[in-house]
Every structure is written in C-alpha cells, then in structure tokens.
C-alpha cells in the first residue's frame, strides 16, 4: 500500500483519540464488571472490523486479508500474554479497582515500543531480504520453545522481576505500599516510587519480549508497515477490557500455547519459504487466503479442545 503522510497522520491521530476516549472512561479507579468489559471488547472489536472492511473497499481484498490475518494472530498472541499480566497483578498485589489503569498505562507504552519495532523492522526488511531467514528461524524456535513452556506448566510459574525493573527499583526506592494511582511520592524526605509505577513499568518492559515474537510475526503476513502498525494497535487496544472479561477464563485455554505455537511454526515456514523465493529459488509461497484460514482454524480448534479438557479435568476433581 502506498499510504501518504496525510494519511499515517490521520490514522495516528484517530487512533489518538481513541486511546483518549478510553483512558477518559476510565480516569475513575473501580472494579470491572463483566458486562462493562464485554461490551467495551465488542466495542474494539467492531472497530478492527469496520476499519478492515474500509481497507477492503479503498485498497481491495489483499491489503484488507493481509490485516484481518494479522490481526487475528496479534490477538491471540496477546491473549496469551494476558496470563503473564495475571502474574505481574499477583506478584505486585494489585488491588481490584486499580488495576484497569495500569493496564491501561502498559497498553500506551506498549503501542509506542511496538511502533519503534515496527520501523526498524520494515527498514531492515527493506534493506537485507534475507532477514526473513533469520525472522523464520526465530518464531520455528519460539514455537518449540512454547510447547516445551506447555509441558512444564509455564503459565503455572511466578513472574520474575527483570533486572532492569531491579536496578530501577534500587535506584529510585520504592514506597511500602499504594498512594491510590499516584507514581511518586515523598517518603521521609527522599522521592520514591510507588507500587502503582513499579508494575506499569514491569507490563511495559514485558511487552519488549512480546514483540519479539509478535512483530516477526506479523511481518511473516505482510510486508506492509501501515497494515503491520494498525493490526498491532487495533489487537493491543482492546487488551485491557479483554484481561477482565475472559480473567476467569485464561485458565481453561489450557491448549493455547500449543495452538500458538502451531501458528508460529507456519508463519515461520512461510517466512522461509518467502525467503527462499526473494533469493531466486523455485519454491511455493502461502497466499494470505490460505494463512487467514488456517490461522481461524487452529484457534477454534485449540479453544474447543482446551475446553473439553478443563469440563473433563473438572469432572474428575468433582
């Protein structure tokens, strides 16, 4: 796609907007009710939808497939995540009405470390072609290494401060308790941070790691930075609501690292395959088409079955 300045601008300022909307939804801490976050979820959904559909009539059906497909992925890639952001809520003792806004902080910083992603992605892509080997071979090893995390109950694991959250918090000092959404406070004459500062900045750096396998990822579907940037901030946009209303329903997707994985390692092959031809050799390419269909297919393959086996792992325990 040949997008215009005018155009990159508009889509971030919409986008803008919108992050404004739901940060001013909710400025005020409370507790998440189920049907605020299911109707929110629609909300955002409904939005990748219709901004799809409007690709699909002012650039035709390929652009349009390459974001629907890249969207899919990205979000089933951060529904995964979410279980990490369970981790992080645990481990810093998050309280209820607070956490919405953290999320809300690590959504922000997340869209702006992708967007720097997502630049020196498609300058190296159009610098060096054989980066798609390398980006190949990295999701073909991520998706080995997710279904070994599977086996070993990953998910089951306490979240690790990082050693850069570790220095931060050596540096700065860190208060003994939360000051409501304050970040900074001024404890016995020394400004420290708070508890509240602390996991924004523990969600935001995660997100580092998660967009080394997202942003190959999404690369392995299209080339295209303006479809890679919007499918990333339409996925990520709709995350916080999304932790709050399926939260009670992580646990029972006890598949999806494996279907994960599935999709990693078919991206990846395409990646190679992509790879192979860009360097002249004869060999098939996966069409978008193909891609966006086997990637719905293995998600709802993957949720039926984690489904079955948590019916039947609550079937035994009863």
Not at 204 to 217: H, K
């Amino acid at each position: 796609m040949n997008v215009t300045l005018t155009g990159w601008v508009l889509s971030v300022a919409v986008l803008c907007v919108l992050v404004a909307i739901d940060f001013f939804i909710g400025r005020k801490p409370h507790e998440v009710s189920v049907k605020e976050a299911g109707v929110w979820s629609a909300v955002w959904v409904a939005l990748a939808l219709v901004f799809g559909v409007g690709l699909w009539a002012v650039a035709g059906s390929a652009p349009a497939g390459e974001f629907f497909a890249g969207y899919i992925t990205e979000k089933s890639l951060s529904v995964d995540n979410l279980f990490v952001f369970v981790l992080i809520m645990a481990k810093f003792a998050v309280p209820t009405q607070y956490q919405q806004r953290v999320l809300m902080v690590g959504v922000i910083m997340a869209l702006v470390l992708r967007a720097g992603f997502i630049a020196a992605g498609a300058a190296i892509i159009s610098t060096f072609s054989w980066v798609f080997y390398i980006f190949g071979a990295f999701l073909i090893w991520t998706a080995f290494k997710l279904v070994q995390d599977a086996r070993k109950g990953g998910h089951d694991e306490e979240y690790e401060e990082n050693k850069l959250l570790k220095t931060v918090e050596r540096r700065f000092g860190v208060a003994d308790r939360y000051h409501g959404t304050k970040l900074w406070i001024e404890e016995n004459g020394k400004r420290v941070m708070t508890p509240m500062l602390v996991v924004m900045l523990a969600i935001g750096s995660t997100d580092v790691l998660f967009a080394l396998d997202s942003i190959p990822a999404i690369y392995g579907l299209t080339q295209d930075p303006y479809i890679v940037f919007t499918a990333n901030a339409f996925a990520l946009m709709g995350l916080r609501q999304l932790y709050f209303l399926i939260g009670g329903l992580l646990k029972r997707l006890v598949h999806l690292s494996y279907g994960l994985s599935i999709i990693l390692g078919f991206i990846g092959v395409k990646l190679v395959l992509h790879a192979l031809h860009e360097s002249g050799v004869h060999v098939p390419e996966i069409g978008i088409p193909f891609s966006l269909g086997f990637i719905v297919l293995v998600l709802a393959v993957t949720t039926v079955t984690s489904l079955r086996a948590s019916r039947k792992q609550d079937a035994d325990a009863a």
